[in-house]
């Protein structure tokens, strides 16, 4: 059985038929809690179960979570925390608090959730921090070419203390923004259609003038224009296209996002360049968060801190075991039935590709952002504190074993 029937063999006329009588939320919540295949009749039985629970009383707040076009089969394949949070979030508070999870672009999709929630129409947004950066800018602060060295790296950063000072808090401050907790992987590019046949990439000049799809990072731009890699805007839902008939030659993006988004049959090759951050997050706004009781906010952070660490195991599982980014690959990933290769570059070529763009070799091209992020975190230099911070952990640090700590504990 292939991956994508191991997730599920709910169509979508029944989810809806069920979320018609259960709510869309308990539906989710209900099909999430499944590790593998499911029946109609068993997801029934779960919607119900869940429904019963969550309205077994009156909730003293409802928030609304705006999803980007995260589902409940979609996130099992990047595991990015967010049903999770939610059911967390909802059994911690005893259902004192409760989630109206909105996924599948219904309601705001990874350029605009940041924006709708700064505006007040959902609560609580997942999006990746370089889709949302720009309406919030700042989140550009992660995005400084090879500041991280590894996943382990990013998972050492979000949990550090010192997020706290360098992310976290001017995050709220300049866009009343709250960041909860992210998944962690390093942006590579997928290869399209036309790189079917190409060679698997070793080095990184063979990568030199392709045109590219880049996100809404500013930040990332730097990086691929210094790479010689033509950044192109491209709307994430017209990336698909784009890769199959051959108009851009890749998209800058991580593996995970490749497979959560179906576009496995149109990519050829993902070359881990490895070259700055893919954060798919969450973030809450800070108006609501601050309306919230005192206990009630304890709990969202203890949900937070528990949706983090979940993310952290759960997708380095993911990444082998269902998406198919290892050397060698697994039977029956995403990646191996729909003939993607992984192209890992030796260390001496993602240094080459670091001496190319980093801000450590390369500072005339980051000044002037540099200047800006440092001058909206109170005037410390971000990016040195940011790639300091990620080399207190040893370089082979393998993500999962990078230690869990509440970073607003101090």
């Not at 808090?169 to 390093?186: I, M, T, V, Y």
């Not at 609501?288 to 969202?300: H, K």
């Not at 590709?353 to 500072?363: G, K, L, R, V």
Request: proline content about 4%.
């Amino acid at each position: 059985m292939g991956v994508g029937e191991k997730l599920s063999r709910i169509n979508r006329r029944d989810l809806f038929k069920l979320a018609g009588q259960y709510g869309m939320s308990s539906t989710l919540l209900a099909a999430s809690s499944f590790g593998g295949a499911m029946s109609i009749a068993s997801l029934a039985r779960a919607a119900e179960s869940t429904y019963d629970r969550r309205f077994s009383k009156p909730a003293k707040h409802t928030l609304k979570f705006g999803a980007s076009g995260f589902n409940s089969r979609n996130l099992l394949i990047e595991r990015m925390g967010a049903l999770e949070f939610a059911r967390d979030l909802e059994g911690r508070t005893d259902g004192e608090i409760r989630i109206e999870f909105i996924g599948d672009n219904q309601i705001c999709g990874q350029t605009s959730c940041v924006e709708k929630t700064q505006l007040g129409i959902v609560d609580i947004y997942a999006a990746s921090t370089q889709n949302s950066a720009g309406a919030a800018p700042y989140l550009n602060v992660l995005d400084y070419a090879y500041m991280f060295p590894t996943r382990a790296s990013q998972y050492h950063f979000l949990y550090s203390p010192d997020s706290q000072r360098i992310l976290r808090d001017p995050l709220e401050e300049r866009h009343g923004l709250k960041f909860l907790f992210s998944h962690c992987e390093l942006r590579g590019l997928q290869m399209g259609m036309k790189w079917d046949k190409q060679p698997t990439v070793t080095k990184v000049e063979q990568l030199f003038g392709t045109k590219n799809r880049v996100t809404g990072t500013q930040l990332g731009r730097i990086a691929m224009q210094a790479l010689n890699l033509n950044p192109v805007p491209v709307a994430w839902e017209e990336t698909l296209d784009g890769l199959r008939q051959g108009l851009i030659d890749g998209a800058e993006t991580w593996a995970s996002a490749v497979a959560y988004a179906g576009m496995t049959p149109v990519v050829s090759q993902s070359v881990d360049l490895k070259f700055f951050c893919g954060t798919e997050h969450t973030s809450m706004s800070t108006k609501v968060f601050n309306s919230l009781e005192g206990y009630l906010q304890d709990a969202v952070m203890e949900s937070a801190y528990w949706a983090q660490v979940h993310v952290q195991g759960a997708n380095e599982a993911a990444l082998v075991n269902t998406v198919g980014f290892s050397d060698p690959q697994l039977p029956d990933t995403m990646f191996v039935q729909d003939n993607v290769r992984c192209a890992f570059l030796p260390d001496s070529e993602i240094k080459i590709a670091e001496e190319m763009c980093s801000p450590q070799y390369q500072p005339q091209l980051w000044e002037q952002w540099r200047e800006r992020l440092n001058a909206w975190a109170g005037g410390i230099d971000t990016y040195q504190e940011i790639y300091d911070i990620a080399r207190q952990i040893p370089l082979d640090t393998r993500a999962e074993n990078v230690e869990p700590r509440r970073w607003w504990k101090g």
